[in-house]
Structure formats: C-alpha cells, structure tokens
Nanobody
Framework: VQLQASGGGLVQAGGSLRLSCAAS????????MGWFRQAPGKEREFVAG????????DYEDSAKGRFTISRDNAKNTVYLQMDSLKPEDTAVYCC??????????????????WGQGTLVTVSS
C-alpha cells in the first residue's frame, strides 16, 4: 500500500486545515488507519485512529473536540479535519495503515505502512 498525505500548510491560530491521505496499490478498507504527528525535537505521537468501516474512532486527548478523523473507502482516502488549531499543533503529520487491528492503534510500531508527512504550521 502506498499512502500519500496532503493538505498541510501555514494557518493562523484558531484556523482550520483538512489533511487527506490517499491510498494506492490496495483497497484501503482492509486497513485500520491512524494519523500521527512529530514536532521538532519530539517523538512521534498518535493523533487519531479509525476503524476499517469508519464507525469507530479514537483520539489523543489534545485532539478531542477539535480534530475529526474520517474515511471514504470508495475514494480510498482518509481525512483529518483540524479545527481550532493551536501553535502547539505545529508538526509533520503522517498517515499510517494497520492490517492487524480493528481500529488504528496508538502504538506506531503496530502499523504496516506509512505515508510521507505533510507539514502543518500554526502561527500565533
């Protein structure tokens, strides 16, 4: 599976961005999906996960109420809608696919495939 993340950019605090993760090479509905981020000098951290059907989601605490993960299996794409962005959300965001879990797990080592990152910069 090849994953291509897009949608990052520069936004002011309080603004919104929608990230997309498009898959090719395999049907995305076979995978639970997750979004991670990595800020400069910090470890990669889980942001959100979603089940294969999209019916179940999970969020890191700081993302709850501000971010929404969703998927369109017909388009082989997963999304991360980010609202009320804060400067501390600045990071490179990556999507990942997991074949062995019902919902995107929080542990990065549980994933089988990773996309390249897309940079999100939130100015104050």
């Amino acid at each position: 599976v090849q994953l291509q993340a897009s949608g990052g950019g520069l936004v002011q605090a309080g603004g919104s961005l929608r990230l997309s993760c498009a898959a090719s090479g395999h049907t995305l509905s076979s995978y639970a999906m997750g979004w991670f981020r990595q800020a400069p000098g910090k470890e990669r951290e889980f942001v959100a996960g979603i089940s294969r059907s999209g019916s179940v989601t999970d969020y890191e605490d700081s993302a709850k109420g501000r971010f929404t993960i969703s998927r369109d299996n017909a388009k082989n794409t997963v999304y991360l809608q980010m609202d009320s962005l804060k400067p501390e959300d600045t990071a490179v965001y990556c999507c990942a696919a997991a074949s062995r879990y019902p919902i995107g797990p929080t542990n990065p080592s549980s994933y089988d495939y990773w996309g390249q990152g897309t940079l999100v910069t939130v100015s104050s």
